[in-house]
């Protein structure tokens, strides 16, 4: 199959600091790479051919491309913003389209029923309307004003609160999220799924944090959040079809999805279809 | 008759309160019974986001998506969707369900339009279900005896009722008498294990060859 525009693309192939001269044989949309250090210790990727692929490191992962980028990697201006703690969470295998792991991530309702007693719990199910835009200027999905009650919101939590969310697609299989800190309520928590694209049915996600929380060991700060994507992961295998429909009438969103639903519109616009099912079958 | 009653399940297999999965020949099922005890089979589909609903929960007289806890009753109807405790959920928000019928311990599961009710056992009571790598026609060979229309199958020392559950699956039931004592239920489950492994062996060399 053709990948179409998300060929040029960025996607994470790996994290920056556990790259070794032998390097990490992976995949990329159906390409076998390797991603590795060369002799003056900077990231390398490969393609099959041994043609060298475009590298950027940042947000402590390795990031390539197949094709030829016509942007910078997408900013996230509290990546240089002191103080706070970057979490390499490291990386889940998911049998299921990219595209359906960045859209779970970008959804609340799911929190009191597969999150139960984390990030949500019965009976503050309620979705409050939101605000969802396709900013024009940036070319990303944002969704603001998000508010959701979760017993323990964060690893920093020490009881239920009521959290606000925005978040926001970078990239076709890039997502960011900022949620209240409870340490520090006038600054944001970044958490980021990078899912990295091995085939339109299988995907490696790295999920990546920048966190104001001085005080909780890094190994609890990974386990939170490996706890968290491996609830979701027994979602996202079971899901039907695997490849996300672009299909309107093969699933039916609510006024709770309007980010999902936003963010089928976009990759429809951009023609980021490689992991989609774009008729029904 | 343009259907069939196809056997997906054992009653005792689906307790109160519980949802499994289960097949038939158009696809993948929730099978599930509520709590006052009523059977009913839903496509294994969450129409909102194709989550699996065999892995969902049953609560009262409900069947709900694990995904966002979305309900629905007997017959498929959406009837609560938690992100919006005050909406009605519109009629267009359902489940396609499947007519089901319980007799002598079988949930059986309409295809078409079958005949008003399931086919008799004949005095036999389902044991245990075995799931076989196999399809029916290695069955028969390994048994030496050909299924009805319904599925019985008569091997002499071993009573089968078979359903196809995709190509290359069969859902095997053992069947025995119903006043058979512990030394038969034994036995009939290690002959019904051994006639499975030689289907399974019989099927391997059909497709070596």
Known sequence: MTVGPMFDEWYPVGIFGQLDAAGRKTMLMGEPIVVARDDNGDAKVTDGTGRSLPVCVRYGHVWTSLGDPKKKLFAIPEADQPGRRFVDVGVVRVRCSPLRAVENFLDIAHFPFVHTDILGAEPHTEVQAYKVEIREDVDEVWATQVEFYQPQAAKSASGGITTQYMYRVAGPTSTVLYKTCPPRPSEWDVITLFVQPLAEDLCDVWPWMALFDDDTPMTDLIHFQQTIFLQDRSILENQVPRLLPLDPGMEMPTRADLTSVAYRRWLKRHNFTYGAQLVAQ | ?209
Not at chain 2, 29 to 44: E, F, I, K
Not at chain 2, 88 to 104: F, G, K, M, N, S
Request: aromatic share 4%; net charge neutral.
């Open chain 2, 1 to 209: 008759m343009t259907g069939s009653w196809v056997p997906v399940a054992l009653s005792s297999d689906l307790p109160s309160g519980t949802v499994l999965p289960a097949r038939i020949p158009a696809g993948p099922l929730a099978l599930w019974r509520s709590q006052s005890g009523r059977v009913a089979a839903s496509a294994d589909r969450c129409p909102h986001r194709g989550m699996s609903l065999s892995h969902g929960f049953v609560r009262g007289e409900t069947l709900s998506c694990i995904y966002h806890g979305w309900s629905y009753g007997q017959a498929g109807n959406c009837l609560r969707i938690p992100a919006h405790p005050g909406l009605t959920p519109p009629e267009a928000i359902r489940t396609v369900t499947h007519p089901v019928a319980e007799a002598d311990g079988v949930v059986w599961v309409a295809v078409g339009e079958p005949a008003a009710t399931p086919p008799g056992l004949a005095g036999l009571v389902p044991l245990r279900s075995i799931t076989a790598f196999v399809d029916i026609a290695a069955i028969e060979a390994a048994a030496g005896a050909k299924a009805t229309a319904e599925g019985l199958l008569d091997a002499g020392d071993i009573r089968l009722l078979l359903s196809s559950t995709r190509e290359g699956e069969t859902l095997i039931h053992v069947l025995i008498a119903a006043d058979a004592g512990p030394a038969e239920r034994i036995a009939a489950a290690r002959t019904a294990e051994a006639l499975r492994r030689r289907a399974e062996d019989i099927q391997k060399k059909g497709a070596a060859q």
